[in-house]
């Protein structure tokens, strides 16, 4: 990389409450690591709010119907997911809802990660894409989750 493209990162923590702000500071200077006032750390790239406070937060609410990604769905080892604050989250959303939604693209359907989220059968659904691998698919419906496959348009 040439160096004029290089930016050093800055080991500092910013408050702010508008997650826009802090989305703009962290890609332009470079900043890894941004905490809310209240104490929660904000992840950057998708602007949201993890622990501690993200969960607090969570556990206060009541969904009727809660949609949530994931990056693996597997048959035997549930719904799982690469990012641990991230995994720590839906799990608290899962709890918090009435009824909730897996929404993941085709290629993450067979896959397992680092964080388990739930077992197949504590979804409502899954909708994944047409490139999700068949019999994976139905190896999924026959663990008892619905699962509906988007058709590409």
Do not use: Y
Not at 2 to 13: F, G, H, L, V
Not at 15 to 24: C, K, N, P, Y
Not at 95 to 117: C, F, H, N, Y
Not at 125 to 140: N, P
């Amino acid at each position: 990389m040439p160096a004029e493209e290089r930016r050093e990162r800055i080991a500092a923590t910013v408050e702010d409450r508008g997650f826009v702000h802090i989305g703009e500071l962290s890609k332009s200077l470079g900043i890894s690591r941004v905490t809310d006032r209240g104490g929660g750390t904000v992840r950057p790239l998708q602007h949201f709010l993890v622990n501690p406070l993200g969960t607090g937060i969570l556990e206060q609410i009541n969904a009727d119907t809660a949609f949530l990604g994931c990056d693996g769905v597997h048959p035997c080892r549930g719904f799982t997911n690469l990012n641990l604050p991230e995994a720590e989250l839906k799990q608290v959303m899962i709890r918090s809802s009435a009824r909730w939604i897996m929404v993941t693209d085709g290629s993450k359907v067979g896959r397992v990660e680092l964080a388990p989220l739930c077992e197949l059968d504590d979804a409502d659904l899954l909708i994944t894409g047409a490139s999700a691998d068949r019999q994976t698919v139905q190896d999924c419906r026959d663990a008892g989750l619905d699962v509906e496959v988007a058709e590409e348009i």
